[in-house]
């Protein structure tokens, strides 16, 4: 089963910025659309970005576009999110999946990594 490793969270202020790396163990890594979710306390988990094949498309939900970039390196079977701008709302624990190319719908929803915690402050 392919492993996913979430990492580059952390404590940060209002404002700031912080890269999530996403770390795939299959080297069947590019055949996939990858996206980011994220699950804040009490919340539903919700969809936060996605990043087609090759890396050069990608897509955004609502309340991150214009703040938040997702990437892809292929060579290194690995994904990244970079936060921009982050506000408290943005406090949660994220996570990475491969997701269906129309839908962004997780491929394996049974299966979540440890997932990465962001949290802001005022």
């Known amino acids: 089963q392919v492993q996913l490793v979430e990492s580059g969270g952390g404590l940060v202020q209002a404002g700031g910025s912080l890269r999530l790396s996403c770390a795939a163990s299959d080297r069947t890594f590019s055949n996939y659309y990858m996206g980011w979710y994220r699950q804040a306390p009490g919340k539903e988990r919700e969809f936060v970005a996605a990043?087609?094949?090759?890396?050069?498309?990608?897509y955004y939900a609502g309340s991150v576009k214009g703040r938040f970039t997702v990437s892809r390196d292929n060579a290194k079977n690995t994904m990244y999110l970079q936060m921009n701008s982050l506000k408290l709302e943005d406090t949660a624990n994220y996570y990475c999946?491969?997701?269906?190319?129309?839908?962004?719908?997780?491929?394996?929803?049974?299966?979540w990594g440890q997932g990465t915690r962001v949290t802001v402050s005022s």
């Open positions: 990043i087609n094949y090759s890396g050069v498309r990608s």
């Open positions: 999946t491969a997701v269906d190319p129309a839908t962004y719908y997780p491929l394996m929803d049974d299966y």
